[in-house]
T-cell receptor, first 112, second 110 residues
């Protein structure tokens, strides 16, 4: 049973536009959510996180939104840059960054 | 390297062979993890440890064993490798708000 789902395997966005990546979860016990970025042949690197007591968190070009009632979170990247082309994973956990449960990933391609 | 080193980076095994993957972290974190990544499956937790001398099963533990004899090291063992264990393995460590991942070990079992 997939507790964290990313239903879009891939997304293509024009450079300078907004990229929106989506993630759904089923376990209501999750209270901490993270986004990771992964380049080929490298390990995932942390991007941004959000606690369930918030509904939005910003860090530069990256904003994560959390809708607890819908069990949905999204990552917005504005403006999108070619270096943002990578696979993005959302992850969820109970009580901080422990035992992260990952989604399947979304491959983002930024076109010039 | 996010304070974590995985060895080896690549390995090809024959079915039935055994091997150990080593993860070493230099950030003195309590929590350590082994994940595997397969196409379309994301990262799945194999085993984890909440401190020196402790280990626990994750989502997909069958066919693997682990040990955490020293706080900085977390070993993943395959006693009798199977083709289904062909994957990319990631070690991670955490203490609070984010987990730090190694660069991965690409394992092929033929």
């Amino acid at each position: 049973d997939q507790q964290v789902k990313q239903n879009s395997p891939s997304l293509s966005v024009q450079e300078g536009r907004i990229s929106i990546l989506n993630c759904d979860y089923t376990n209501s016990m999750f209270d901490y959510f993270l986004w990771y970025k992964k380049y080929p042949a490298e390990g995932p690197t942390f991007l941004i996180s959000i606690s369930s007591i918030k509904d939005k968190n910003e860090d530069g070009r990256f904003t994560v939104f959390l809708n607890k009632s819908a069990k949905h979170l999204s990552l917005h990247i504005v403006p999108s840059q070619p270096g943002d082309s990578a696979v993005y994973f959302c992850a969820a956990s109970v009580q901080g960054a422990q035992k992260l449960v990952f989604g399947q990933g979304t491959r983002l391609t930024i076109n010039p | 390297n996010a304070g974590v080193t995985q060895t080896p980076k690549f390995r090809v095994l024959k079915t039935g062979q055994s091997m150990t993957l080593l993860c070493a972290q230099d950030m003195n974190h309590e929590y350590m993890y082994w994940y595997r990544q397969d196409p379309g499956m994301g990262l799945r937790l194999i085993h984890y440890s909440v401190g020196e001398g402790t280990t626990a099963k994750g989502e997909v533990p069958d066919g693997y064993n682990v040990s955490r004899l020293k706080k900085q090291n977390f070993l993943l063992g395959l006693e009798s490798a199977a083709p289904s264990q062909t994957s990319v393995y990631f070690c991670a460590h955490s203490q609070g708000t984010e987990a730090f991942f190694g660069q991965g070990t690409r394992l092929t079992v033929v």
